[in-house]
């Protein structure tokens, strides 16, 4: 059993990578968990008032590791409906997922510190 998978991980990990590739594609949290495996670090991020820490949520096996949390958390933020894909929208078009903006919507990330 274990050598059938082996044997599948690569071809599905290429799969996806050749997805992720295309121009518009849509990757959510890959990307936050692919730099946490790069660079050693842990990522956290917010959704609405919920912070999560990625490392522990997706990679529960790595959660022991000791890597640096990032200097910043990221927020995922939705894009409000008037600015499609205008190039003037500002940071009053960006909304945090709630009940009224749902992550499944979530298209923009920004960068937080700790402000106290």
């Known amino acids: 059993m274990q050598a059938a998978v082996a044997a599948t991980v690569p071809e599905t990990v290429t799969s996806w990578l050749r997805k992720v590739q295309k121009e518009g594609s849509y990757i959510c949290l890959s990307a936050f968990l ?61 909304f945090p997922c709630t009940e009224e903006h749902h992550l499944h919507k979530v298209r923009h990330w920004v960068a937080a510190v700790n402000g106290g």
């Open 34 to 94: 692919l730099f946490a495996m790069r660079f050693q670090r842990r990522p956290y991020i917010w959704k609405g008032e919920n912070c999560n820490d990625l490392v522990h949520v997706f990679m529960p096996l790595a959660a022991g590791r000791r890597w640096r949390r990032c200097s910043v958390d990221g927020v995922a933020c939705v894009l409000g409906k008037g600015a499609g894909l205008s190039p003037d929208w500002t940071e009053q078009d960006l």
